[in-house]
């Protein structure tokens, strides 16, 4: 895992709509990962990546190492936790 320095948490809400809805839809789309989000449609997983986020159960969080972004749950970020933000 990436030093705490590595990584930067992007508050959901400095993103615009558009840029938040498709890193959303990305993240859910996903080839390869068992993100959770592919068991409902598409619309139905990005909002509830979204009401995680509104309610700080998760973070996006961009890696300077590897220049990604993903979404993360809080409790899984150092110096977070599942709390509002």
Not at 28 to 55: H, I, P
Request: glycine share 8%; charged share 25%.
């Amino acid at each position: 895992m990436p030093d705490r320095e590595e990584m930067l948490v992007i508050p959901h809400r400095q993103l615009s709509p558009e840029a938040l809805s498709g890193l959303i839809e990305e993240f859910v789309t996903r080839d390869g990962t068992d993100s959770g989000y592919t068991r409902g449609s598409l619309a139905e997983s990005v909002s509830m990546v979204r009401r995680q986020l509104d309610k700080g159960q998760a973070l996006i969080v961009y890696d300077s190492r590897t220049h990604t972004c993903n979404i993360k749950p809080s409790d899984t970020v150092p110096g977070h936790s599942s709390r509002r933000i």
